[in-house]
């Protein structure tokens, strides 16, 4: 693109879209001409010109396109207003935001039963800093940020900045008047995504100020650590970029074989990966007749589910249920559908299966295997039909409906 807007060929704007020439060649000309007028390909004073890319998108990818140059400008922009005192620490953006605030209050409730309330945003916050300890560096942190006047500064020196640039003139333009309008628009997007930016913050720290800055030294520690485990629920940071492990505990469950025995299987961590596709899978070594082997990092293996392929709050909910629904409730004793099945049965080990094989001791779960599985020996999960934690109602045997 750099080479492009340096070149000396004559371009094609038309309708919001880049055309370049068409590369001299006379088979290609041969080939084109007298053809109907497509999209791809435009003519201007018996010139033909194909189509590069629209305008948008190129303002849109500029910064990766030459990001030394983006970053340039974006600082000439923005260079002779005053500073925003810790700009930037009290923003949890992005798909942070997103499991904070929309996956947290799905999760972690402050009552149980039927009517429970979801909570808000300060809310959820409230509960959180109820049950984590905050080192004392945050609160001061925050204290220190609660004064908001060198935001508003900042803001106030951009307020009459930003102008919207007229898109070039449709027909033929030069290289140069091509980029001198690129600057120019760029320059107008950065001022109005930095006051975006302030405005953000300042309704940020007039909301999340109160309660002593309890919330605002929370927002700080999440925003930074990156990581949180609460009432069963929690993510952590991977790397250094804006992506994210989510995931739910199960707990304690257990499940019937065919004879009506019971097995208690202990507690696992389901999670997705905030990277789509968002297909849940155990963190731990976990065993279970969804689950190929006996190792950690197992995909769990979901009749018909069509894993997400972008990331949301509610796409990464429904992701995780699904995996722990599987886990809970999709084996069913009579049919000993999965991988494995609890009760030893004779039957084959070490079975490559594809999508057409048919297999005898399930009917109604097509298991696609991806390597050679072991048998899975769950015995050791064996429990007395009357143990005291199924007695006392502390487990619940879930899959007693699942036919």
Known sequence: MRNLLTSDLELLVRS??????????????????????????????GRLFVQALTLQSLLDNYGTIDPEAYAELRNRCLKDCPPAAGMGKTAVEGKLREILFGMTPHFVRKSKGPTRRTLGEGGILDLIGEKIRIPPRYH?????????????????????????????????VSPGELFEWIRKALASRIVEEEKDRLRRMLQGRDRLTGSSGRRGALLLY??????????????????????????????????QDFYGRLYLFPDCRVAVTTVPPLKPFVIETYKHPFLEGYEPGQIICMHGFDPPRVFSAASAIHALEEGISALLYGYSSRRRNGYHVLDRTARPVRVEESEDDGVPWHQDYPVIRSRPVRDIDFREYRIPNDHRKIAGGEVEVTNQLTL
Request: with cysteine; aromatic share 8%; charged share 30%.
């Open 16 to 45: 919001g879209v880049l055309y370049v020439p068409l590369l001299f060649d006379p088979d290609i000309e041969r080939e084109v001409r007298g053809r109907p007028a497509t999209g791809s390909l435009a003519e201007e004073n």
């Open 222 to 255: 999440i925003a930074e650590e990156g990581s949180l485990d609460i009432g069963g629920f929690g993510f952590s940071r991977m790397g250094g970029a804006d992506e994210y492990l989510v995931y739910k505990h199960t707990g304690e469950f257990a499940l």
């Open 140 to 172: 001061e942190e925050a204290e220190r940020l609660a004064d908001a006047e060198s935001v508003s500064r900042r803001l106030r020196c951009l307020e009459d900045r930003g102008t919207t640039a007229c898109p070039p003139r449709e027909g033929p």
